[in-house]
Structures are given as structure tokens and as C-alpha cells.
């Protein structure tokens, strides 16, 4: 059964940081390539990080710099660690599975998100 759990979010002041982790089963995915998405208020989903299976990772403008994607195979998992954290960044975060081919849209059902909500 293919399954997305996502952990980790939480309240947090701006400036301050959180580490997010995404445990997948069902796929093979230590070839699978995985992003990182978040949804805001009245938003569309929008892609902010991704890791190829390679290691080589890609980021969103928004979170350059400030956010590190990685992922441990052993584990399944992939992670996001989110530092210099903005209002902004107020989201549920999400990840998902990327196709390797054309745009690289999400192949797999939404899990549940995780919250962030980053307010003084």
C-alpha cells in the first residue's frame, strides 16, 4: 500500500526553524525522486524543494538558501529543514513523489500535510 506520512510541523516564531519529515511506503524509493510542497490560505500547492534520487536537489526562489532538502533510503524518508523560518512560510506542507518525465508533476494521493504556521 503506497502511503505518505508527513511529521513535524508546528508553531514557530519568524526567524526560528523546524525540520519536517515525510516516512513513504510502497514504492521503490531509493530511485524515486521527491518533493517537498506547501499550500497556503486560498493558494495553490506549489512545489518548494525537490531531491533527485542521485542526490542533486532543486529549490523554489522563495525558500533558496534558507531551506535543505535530504533524504535517508535506509529510511524511506526525505526531510526538510526549514531555517530562518518567515510568515510567509505559513503552510501545510506536503511531499510526494515526482514523475521523471515532462514536468515532473506528483504520481501519488496527497497525504495529510503537516502544519506550519510561522506568527510572533
Known amino acids: 500500500q503506497v502511503q505518505l506520512a508527513e511529521s513535524g510541523g508546528g508553531l514557530v516564531q519568524p526567524g526560528g526553524s523546524l525540520r519536517l519529515s515525510c516516512a513513504a511506503s510502497?514504492?521503490?524509493?531509493?530511485?524515486?525522486?521527491m518533493g517537498w510542497y506547501r499550500q497556503a490560505p486560498g493558494k495553490q500547492r506549489e512545489l518548494v524543494a525537490t531531491?533527485?534520487?542521485?542526490?542533486?536537489?532543486n529549490y523554489a526562489d522563495s525558500v533558496r538558501g534558507r531551506f535543505t532538502i535530504s533524504r535517508d533510503n535506509a529510511k524511506n524518508t526525505v526531510y526538510l529543514q526549514m531555517n530562518s523560518l518567515k510568515p510567509e512560510d505559513t503552510a501545510v506542507y506536503y511531499c510526494?513523489?515526482?514523475?521523471?518525465?515532462?514536468?515532473?508533476?506528483?504520481?501519488?494521493?496527497w497525504g495529510q500535510g503537516t502544519q506550519v504556521t510561522v506568527s510572533s
Open positions: 510502497g514504492i521503490i524509493f531509493r530511485l524515486s525522486t
Open positions: 531531491i533527485f534520487s542521485g542526490g542533486n536537489t
Open positions: 510526494n513523489r515526482r514523475s521523471p518525465a515532462g514536468r515532473g508533476a506528483p504520481t501519488l494521493d
